[in-house]
C-alpha cells in the first residue's frame, strides 16, 4: 500500500536513489553531493510516496505558498509508473499551496506528454538562464 507524505525528511542518498530508479538522474547533478545536500534541504515543499521504507516517488518544490510554485523534481521510480503515483504527487503538492499559488514545472523532453494528460497547460513565454550562462 502507498503512503503519501508531506515534507518527510529523506537523505540525500535516498534521493539520488530515487532519481536514478526514475530515470531522472540523467538531468540533474547526482554526482555533486554538495549540490544534491543543497536541493534536499533547500525545497520547502516535498510530498513522497512510501512503500514501507522504500521511497518510491518524490515532488520536490520551491514555493512561496501564494503565487507560484516551482515543482523542481518529479520523479517516480520506474517499477512504479502508470500506476497514478506522479499524479497523486502533484496532486497533493495543489492541496498544500494556497488557492491563488500557480504551479510551474519544466519538463524533461521525455515526459513532455505525460503533463497535458493530466490537465497541465504548456506555457509558451518560459525562459532560462542555464547554470553556464551569463546575462549579455
Known sequence: MIQYQINA?????????ILQRSGLAERRPVDDAACIAGMVANGNLTVTAW?????????????????????SDLAVDRDYQRQGIGRELIARTRAELGQRCSIIL??????????????LERHPQAWVLERKMQII
Open 51 to 71: 512503500n514501507g521504507e522504500t521511497l518510491l516517488g518524490i515532488a520536490r518544490s520551491v514555493t512561496d505558498f501564494y503565487y507560484c510554485c516551482y515543482l
Open 9 to 17: 525528511k529523506i537523505t540525500p542518498g535516498q534521493f539520488v536513489d
Open 106 to 119: 519544466l519538463s524533461a523532453p521525455k515526459a513532455v506528454d505525460y503533463y497535458p494528460r493530466i490537465g
